[in-house]
């Protein structure tokens, strides 16, 4: 017997309702059916989801097989309606997902002159972080991706978009953002330091060797960037992320960091919306490198 997604959506259902009775009545089935549904998934694995026949408790098996369980089912449950909903598509449906910083920089102008040129082309966007960009690609829900890290998936051509400099991001009204002389990393790590996914990336030894100091991290961007404009923390980020950030913040280069973020562009070598695709990334493009042409002018509103 293998597992399938019924018995996983049946699962889910009891252990969130914490009875046969409820659950039963959000699927539409019996209560003996669904007993019966947990019962093969339990014989399948070998273990009890359960703790007791009250259904109220979740063993420590039932707490992961309730984690995996979920999120596969909502993978299960957008693939089939990205399918209903290409069917209903005259022209077909282009998807298109990338980091935030990107994404608001690049989404308009792609969207405006695709719906010019095909007004009849369903368009769907995404805005997420890195790793999320990489499986919605990977998984086939995007048809093209942009992503701060690169990676070699099956079938997905991977081109380096830009590259963007790694500056400190601070409140514009911070001691450091009016200090005589070239800011170093040494300056950087004698105030509080909020650490994000993209400092990982960097490879300076000094920078790697403070990064582990760091108590907290804060993986949603803009969460950081209002809690640096907030307060007396302070924050690396490329440059161009400080395009989605609000008014009251300052952004400065250090002087002993030379790494830049790289920007990849991913892209399916086999879909449906083939045409419409290389016309995108041409789109992207073009878009990127008048972007990244003169970055400064277009963060005049941050101080350096």
């Known amino acids: 017997m293998s597992i399938k997604i019924e018995m996983l959506r049946s ?33 399948h694995l070998g273990n009890s989801l359960f703790e007791g026949e009250r259904k109220n408790r979740l063993t420590l098996l039932g707490e992961q097989v309730l984690r995996l369980s979920m999120s596969q089912i909502s993978q299960f449950d957008n693939t089939i309606a990205a399918i209903e909903k290409t069917a209903r598509a005259p022209q077909g449906i282009l998807r298109i997902t990338a980091v935030p910083s990107v994404a608001i920089s690049v989404f308009p102008e792609l969207v405006r002159t695709l719906a010019e040129r095909h007004p009849s082309l369903k368009i769907e966007l995404r805005d997420t972080d890195t790793q999320q960009v990489l499986e919605s690609v990977g998984e086939s829900w995007a048809d093209i991706g942009i992503a701060s890290v690169r990676k070699t998936l099956n079938g997905i051509k991977t081109t380096l978009l830009f590259s963007d400099q790694f500056g400190l991001v601070m409140s514009a009204d911070h001691p450091l953002v009016h200090t005589g002389g070239p800011l170093r990393i040494a300056d950087v790590f004698t105030h509080s330091f909020l650490r994000n996914a993209l ?58 960091l030379p790494d830049m973020r790289n920007v990849y562009l991913y892209v399916r070598e086999q879909t449906s919306s083939s045409r419409f695709v290389d016309e995108a990334v041409a789109i992207i493009y073009e878009a990127t490198q008048r972007l ?7 963060l005049a509103k941050f101080p350096v």
């Open 199 to 256: 400092c990982d990336q960097l490879e300076t030894p000094a920078f790697s060797e403070n990064l582990g100091k760091a108590d907290i991290t804060v993986h949603n961007t803009q969460s950081l960037l209002a809690m640096v404009r907030e307060s007396d923390w302070v924050t690396v980020l490329p440059q161009l992320v400080t395009e989605i950030a609000p008014e009251g913040l300052a952004f400065r280069t250090i002087s002993d």
């Open 11 to 43: 699962f889910c259902a009891v252990a969130q309702a914490g009875n046969l009775s409820d659950a039963a009545d959000q699927l539409g089935r019996t209560q003996s059916a669904v007993s019966m549904t947990l019962k093969q998934l339990e014989a």
């Open 292 to 298: 990244t042409v003169n970055p400064r002018a277009k």
